[in-house]
């Protein structure tokens, strides 16, 4: 039952391959209301995975063993409730084990969306945010990108002042003054993979902590990281395809 439970939670990422629009749910069978799109219905409507999809094949040990210590403390923690079915107890649990990966992902994606009505908008946004992106012109915001083989929304794409095609990546990490941001390898690998997607020539990722008032950085990553990724994503695009029975 745990194992379902959790698997009901996590979903993943689907796009129509000609026109990269989303197709993160399908209607229900019984016509009332939508569901997660599973393997299954992404086979049957030739759908593609996202590049984060495809990014899970990677196992990340750290950060499994930090998920499996907060469902411990979680489940040490909470009480089930006399009225309380084992499945609402165990979804409980995990939410309780997920508070703060919420609290961070809340962060995340209002740092986006921030950035998103900045650059399509005008509206206002962090100084020190605005302060980086004005080195920069001819921005789109959180476009889709689809080819026959994967898909992906990217954040920022723009070009620099000669000219030259930029991809940005916004990510939101914790941090103290005395350390340099984390570029977390997944971080590479998804710059690399989003180059395929629209070809760039200069790839960035942009910091904004979650920490630090206003500590905002632009890491800059080498064309030299990306062409080797590329190579990598492949390889971890074939592995996600076979465990999955998919064919391009």
């Known amino acids: ?112 969306e921030a950035i998103e009505a900045y650059i399509d908008k005008g509206e206002a946004l962090n100084p020190a945010i605005a302060q980086i992106l004005s080195k920069f012109n001819t921005f789109k915001s959180e476009c889709s990108y689809s080819n026959e083989l994967v898909a992906g929304t990217i954040d920022i794409t723009c070009l620099d002042s000669l000219g030259t095609p930029v991809l940005i990546d916004v990510k939101t990490q914790k941090s103290t003054p005395d350390k340099k941001f984390n570029v977390y390898d997944d971080y590479i690998l998804q710059l690399a993979a989003y180059d395929l997607l629209k070809p760039s020539q200069k790839y960035y990722v942009l910091f904004v902590s979650s920490t630090e008032e206003n500590r905002v950085e632009l890491v800059e990553v080498p064309c030299a990281e990306i062409d080797k990724a590329k190579e990598i994503f492949e390889c971890l695009r074939k592995t996600f395809c076979w465990k999955n029975k998919l064919v391009y």
């Open 1 to 112: 039952m745990i194992q379902k439970i959790i698997a009901n939670r996590a979903s993943a990422h689907w796009y129509n391959p000609k026109s990269a629009a989303p197709v993160f749910e399908v209607p229900k069978k019984d016509g009332k209301g939508t569901k997660k799109t599973t393997v299954k219905e992404a086979r049957e409507m030739g759908l593609v995975p996202s590049v984060t999809t495809i990014l899970r094949v990677l196992d990340k040990p750290e950060l499994t063993n930090w998920r499996i210590s907060k469902a411990i403390e979680a489940s040490l923690e909470l009480k089930q409730l006399p009225e309380e079915s084992n499945e609402d107890f165990i979804n409980r649990i995990i939410d309780k084990a997920e508070e703060q990966s919420t609290t961070a992902k809340d962060f995340g994606i209002k740092t986006h």
